[in-house]
């Protein structure tokens, strides 16, 4: 198993940024696949960005490319998601999650941080 932790949240004008954490604790981190998702009230929960095992390789929702980055520090056992050029429609409560499987179910998830951009 892996414990996930997410912090860096905050409050952010729009056009500024933040940068989240994952801090991982638990099985060996370079084992999990590490995605970030988000939830806005009254939405679903929504795929945000997901990097591989080695970092070699990244994955982003439409409404994050360019803005966002994923990256890991396997080393730190630490997952981030930089976040430039935030809009108010970014807002919502960010979650890291890891995947063990290669089969994009994940089954460890943080608690969450909420961002929050105003206009």
């Known amino acids: 198993q892996v414990q996930l932790v997410e912090s860096g949240g905050g409050l952010v004008q729009a056009g500024g940024s933040l940068r989240l954490s994952c801090a991982a604790s638990g099985r060996t981190f370079s084992s999990y696949v590490v995605g970030w998702f988000r939830q806005a009230p009254g939405k679903e929960r929504e795929f945000v960005a997901r990097?591989?095992?080695?970092?070699?390789?990244?994955l982003y929702a439409d409404s994050v490319k360019g803005r966002f980055t994923i990256s890991r520090d396997n080393a730190k056992n630490t997952g981030y998601l930089q976040m430039n050029r935030l809009k108010p429609e970014d807002t919502a409560v960010y979650y890291c999650?890891?995947?063990?499987?290669?089969?994009?179910?994940?089954?460890?998830w943080g608690q969450g941080t909420q961002v929050t951009v105003s206009s």
């Open positions: 990097i591989s095992r080695s970092g070699a390789s990244t």
């Open positions: 999650a890891a995947d063990g499987t290669g089969t994009l179910r994940y089954a460890y």
